[in-house]
């Protein structure tokens, strides 16, 4: 466990702003910043951060918290993984009360994992910097791709010595277990249950999380034979999904932010080259088909792409259909094409990084551009394929969300292709109407199947009333859960404030509360475990913060928390001189919103009292029972009379 003091070191020292804006491209927006969501798919911006209040909120998926919150739920991280992350950030030393070398095996699973890489990094460099296999076979080979030894070091290449359980003997040999050896993919095991290193003779290229952790390697062989593989890579776990992984990001991600540019390289060599040229805005799909993930993950750092391919004209054609996605999910594409027998890495090695940048900025291309002139050129002057070329254009335009852009490119298109522009914009129309439509039904498809708040049941178990087209119970239920949310936004923003009102004073607003509603009993999970946690510090002498549940232990109150203090939408401060538009300010009666929401909620819950005992009543057969059933209803409406008589006389005058 993390002592107590730390963790109050490395709260005070956190910026949450600094901490989510190394995964989240944030723009200030009055007293706050936002950003589009790392949880979902959007184009509009979502994702806020409070500075003030140490808070985000993602109102795309509802997740919101506090920078640990983040971390946890972004990297996966567990609570003292996130602590110690923030902690190596901020230099903090991490003070613990049991030494975690004697408790690996109480290690959570992902942790685990995680551990386990981070051991086989260190082992495979130390293989290649302290043996003399390792210097004369892999410090060699880097040396002669022209890599320095600062490079090599910063990237944490190694090299894998070239017998059958060098490494997998040596894990074991220091406590770690096979299960997460072989998860990993780091060793194999046989059918005799021993094990083998997987990538024994290699040199080792690890592969680090958005966090600069090792995940997972690329593993290339230095033997001739064709029977080998090239490359061997790390199979998927639970710390390693390649589709959503960019050789090089870590590396890359401040660097993306301040040039508004990603480059988009093949292999590793290409960016360790590209990289140590500079130019470290680079990073590498490592030899996989580009995905969606990698397009978005790009996208949180910037909306401009530049993909610079090797002189490889089949492999430049085979990949053109892929790039649509890039178009698709809004980004600005750029493509580079280097003379045959070059890629990014030999290139750059040949001619140096000032001849580099200027042959790029000669040479880009806008992706349409750039694929209508390769398509073009192997259609020829044959009329069929070269109307299918127009067609494939098109469809790459329809592909780009902003129309004015789309237009500028059907413009340019139809003078390259010396085709009317009015054919090229019919066609456009028509394939975004299509699309058009097939996105509508599928909006309405989930609108159908979405459901209410977690509390809640699906709509679809209510059963409606004749002619009714809304639920009167979804109706209801829905009033009180806003009537429950409500007070802990009072008890949040107001609970620490002293009371002073005619007849009630010396008492803070927040121990009152709790004590008004003492006869209320809250439907709600979050709210009733929200209340019970503050009813508790109360009666221990401790009136808690908003700090307190932003940081609490249950992700539930946690949740409610932050969806209650954090707003979608903030007043501007010239409001009233461009609208003169007063906007009711809450506390200017502090009694009319402290009581209000406390008998609107009683008010609420008498009425429920109520309708149960009418139930009752049309159910109950003896006359005995229906007496008393009527007497308790009697009361109850005496009791709902005293509440709406009250709230009249506080609320309304």
């Not at 995940?215 to 064709?226: E, M, P, Q, V, Y």
């Not at 089949?314 to 280097?338: H, Y």
């Not at 390259?416 to 975004?432: G, H, P, T, V, Y």
């Not at 538009?581 to 502090?590: K, L, R």
Request: proline letters at 3%.
């Amino acid at each position: 466990m993390i002592t107590k003091a730390t963790v109050d070191r490395i709260m005070e020292a956190t910026d949450i702003v600094e901490v989510i804006g190394d995964f989240v491209q944030l723009k200030k927006r009055g007293a706050n910043f936002i950003g589009l969501s790392p949880f979902s798919n959007e184009r509009t911006p979502s994702f806020t951060v409070s500075p003030a209040k140490g808070i985000f909120k993602d109102f795309s998926s509802s997740k919101g918290g506090s920078a640990i919150t983040f971390l946890m739920e972004h990297e996966k991280f567990s609570y003292p993984e996130a602590l110690k992350w923030l902690a190596k950030k901020y230099g903090i030393e991490v003070e613990e009360t049991v030494d975690t070398n004697e408790n690996r095996e109480e290690a959570n699973h992902r942790e685990s994992l995680m551990i386990v890489s981070g051991f086989a990094a260190k082992f495979f460099q130390d293989s290649m910097w302290e043996t003399d296999e390792g210097q004369s076979i892999g410090l060699s080979y880097f040396k002669e791709r022209g890599f320095t030894p600062e490079t090599i070091r910063k990237f944490e290449l190694g090299y894998s010595p070239d017998q059958w359980e060098a490494f997998t003997s040596a894990a074991i040999k220091e406590g770690y277990q096979a299960q997460f050896l072989e998860e990993t993919g780091l060793s194999v095991k046989r059918d005799n249950g021993s094990m083998y290193d997987r990538y024994r003779g290699r040199v080792m290229f690890p592969i680090h999380g958005f966090t600069g952790r090792v995940i997972a390697f690329g593993g290339r062989t230095l033997k001739s034979d064709k029977s080998v593989p090239k490359y061997v890579n790390s199979p998927e776990s639970e710390i390693y999904h390649k589709s959503s992984v960019l050789y090089g990001l870590y590396f890359a991600k401040k660097a993306i932010r301040d040039e508004d540019n990603c480059y988009l390289v093949e292999g590793y060599a290409d960016v360790l080259s590209v990289h140590q040229a500079g130019i470290e805005n680079v990073v590498a799909s490592s030899g996989t088909s580009l995905t969606v993930e990698q397009i978005r993950l790009i996208g949180r750092f910037t909306k401009n792409v530049t993909i610079l391919y090797d002189g490889d004209a089949a492999g430049i054609k085979a990949s053109l259909r892929g790039l649509d996605m890039i178009l698709e999910e809004g980004l600005n594409v750029k493509v580079v094409s280097f003379p045959d027998g070059h890629d990014p890495d030999s290139y750059v090695r040949n001619v140096g990084t000032n001849a580099f940048k200027t042959y790029i900025d000669q040479n880009k291309k806008d992706f349409i551009l750039y694929k209508t002139g390769i398509l073009l050129k192997e259609a020829g002057n044959d009329p069929i394929r070269k109307a299918g070329v127009i067609r494939e254009i098109v469809e790459s335009i329809a592909k780009i969300p902003d129309s004015i852009k789309a237009s500028v490119f059907v413009k340019e298109c139809s003078h390259i292709m010396q085709i009317d522009e009015r054919a090229l914009l019919s066609e456009l129309n028509k394939m975004r109407l299509t699309k058009a439509k097939k996105d509508s039904q599928q909006q309405y498809n989930q609108n159908q199947r979405a459901t209410q708040h977690p509390d809640m049941p699906p709509e679809d178990l209510f059963f409606d009333e004749p002619g009714e087209t809304t639920s009167p119970v979804t109706e209801k239920r829905e009033e009180a859960y806003n009537q429950e949310r409500e007070i802990i936004r009072l008890l949040l923003l107001y609970g620490s404030r002293m009371i002073d009102w005619d007849g009630i004073a010396n008492t803070y607003i927040g121990p009152f509360m709790i004590a008004e509603l003492s006869d209320v009993t809250f439907d709600n999970t979050a709210c009733k475990a929200f209340v019970e946690d503050y009813r508790a510090n109360v009666e221990n002498g401790v009136l808690p913060d908003e700090q307190h549940y932003i940081h609490h232990k249950e992700k539930d109150i946690v949740d409610l928390t932050v969806t209650m203090l954090a707003s979608r939408y903030t007043l501007s401060e010239n409001w009233y001189e461009m609208h003169h538009i007063s906007v009711p300010d809450e506390q200017a009666n502090m009694k009319a919103t402290i009581l209000g929401a406390i008998f609107h909620l009683k008010k609420h819950k008498v009425a429920q009292i109520l309708e149960n005992l009418r139930k009752e009543l049309q159910n109950t057969p003896g006359e005995q029972d229906q007496e008393i059933l009527l007497n308790q209803y009697m009361r109850m409406k005496k009791v709902e009379k005293h509440i709406s008589d009250y709230l009249g006389s506080v609320i309304l005058k």
